[in-house]
């Protein structure tokens, strides 16, 4: 195996657990430089490799990770978009309603109101099968052999 392809290797394996750090911590404010320590590379090379493997900087992905767990809270129905908002790890209502509007189409208030009971009826167990948000998703793989 040459050098190069062994360190893309040792890198995809650094950015999926960046990934999983942030998928487990994604309430927590993103500290890149904390990131990338834990991950043995630059500030910078992480964001790099992170948008190679995966399409999107580690900020984004952290941002679609917050709406995709505000919209399970906000189906759920008995928290404000205020509270949800805050439950999410986001610190400014206004960055996390137009964030949820472009991602999902409809500002969090009206997902509020349309999917609220979206889950009334269906046991719980159910429910969080069918309701759960489901992001395992990867840019296209650019380097032949790799995957």
Do not use: K, W
């Amino acid at each position: 195996m040459a050098v190069d392809e062994t360190r893309r290797l040792q890198d995809i394996v650094a950015m999926r657990r960046v990934r999983d750090r942030i998928d487990r911590e994604f309430a927590q404010p993103l500290n890149l430089e904390e990131l990338a320590r834990g991950a043995h590379m630059s500030a910078g090379h992480l964001s790099r490799e992170f948008r190679r493997i995966y399409g999107e900087s580690p900020y984004s992905y952290l941002m679609t990770r917050r709406i995709e767990r505000a919209m399970t809270l906000l189906r759920r129905g008995d928290l404000s978009v205020t509270e949800v908002c805050f439950a999410v790890g986001s610190s400014s209502l206004g960055t996390f309603s137009t964030r949820f509007t472009e991602l999902v189409g409809v500002p969090p208030s009206v997902y509020r109101r349309d999917h609220s009971q979206a889950g009334a009826g269906i046991p719980p167990c159910l429910a969080r099968q069918v309701m759960r948000p489901v992001r395992n998703r990867e840019a296209p793989l650019l380097t032949p052999g790799l995957g």
